[in-house]
């Protein structure tokens, strides 16, 4: 049985950092590439970043790329996203999912299998 458990999210202040955990277990981690999404209130969930199986290919939506960077460890089955200079608008759900293969790098839902529960993160202006 897959499990994918997200954590570390909370409530910032506008300008400050939090950093989001992903431990999964149940499959061979390296064997999918992994990605973050998130779903703010009334939105639709959408895609925030993705990273292949090995790591060594990462994607994100828009300019995310100058204030996130998402990373795993294979040897851990972990997958992390450091999201910087938090603004208002990055409060939402985040959600983190496996792809369907490990050089799938997509943002989109429908490539993604197995998905956690998320975790809230919350920036006070």
């Known amino acids: 049985q897959v499990q994918v458990l997200e954590s570390g999210g909370g409530l910032v202040q506008a300008g400050g950092s939090l950093r989001l955990s992903c431990i999964v277990s149940?499959?061979?981690?390296?064997?999918?590439?992994m990605g973050w999404f998130r779903q703010a209130p009334g939105k639709e969930r959408e895609g925030v970043s993705c990273i292949s199986g090995s790591g060594g290919s990462t994607t994100y939506a828009g300019s995310l790329k100058e204030r996130f960077t998402i990373s795993r460890d294979n040897a851990k089955n972990t997958l992390d996203l450091q999201m910087n200079s938090l603004k208002p608008e990055d409060t939402a759900m985040y959600y983190c999912a496996a792809a369907q293969r490990a050089d799938l790098l997509s943002l989109r839902k429908v490539d993604f299998t197995y998905w956690g529960q998320g975790t809230q993160v919350t920036v006070s202006s």
């Open positions: 149940g499959l061979t981690f390296g064997d999918y590439a």
